[in-house]
Nanobody, 124 residues
Framework: QVQLVESGGGLVQAGGSLRLSCAASGRTFSNYAMGWFRQAPGKEREFVAAISGSGGITRYADSVKGRFTISRDNAKNTVTLQMNSLIPEDTAVYYC?????????????????WGQGTQVTAPS
């Protein structure tokens, strides 16, 4: 059973930065793409960013492009989301997820393991 544990969420002023981390259990971490999703109150879960198994390919939602950076360390089984220039619209619970394959995908149904989520709040 794969476990994903997020950390790094919190309260930050608009314009500030946060760094989310996700630690994954298992021995074949590099065989799977990883993604970050978020869900704001009253809204559906949405794609934020994803990275391929090797780390060579990344994809971002248009709303975070240029502000957020996803990266991974396959030696440490971790994936990180660096969030800069946060705005109130970024306020949500952020989830780390492991894809079904090594290929980058934005569709939530392509991810079969999810973390418990971490709250990010950037009040106006």
């Amino acid at each position: 059973q794969v476990q994903l544990v997020e950390s790094g969420g919190g309260l930050v002023q608009a314009g500030g930065s946060l760094r989310l981390s996700c630690a994954a259990s298992g021995r074949t971490f590099s065989n799977y793409a990883m993604g970050w999703f978020r869900q704001a109150p009253g809204k559906e879960r949405e794609f934020v960013a994803a990275i391929s198994g090797s780390g060579g390919i990344t994809r971002y939602a248009d709303s975070v492009k240029g502000r957020f950076t996803i990266s991974r360390d396959n030696a440490k089984n971790t994936v990180t989301l660096q969030m800069n220039s946060l705005i109130p619209e970024d306020t949500a619970v952020y989830y780390c997820a492991r894809s079904l394959s090594v290929v980058v995908t934005t569709a939530s149904f392509s991810y079969n393991y999810w973390g418990q989520g971490t709250q990010v709040t950037a009040p106006s």
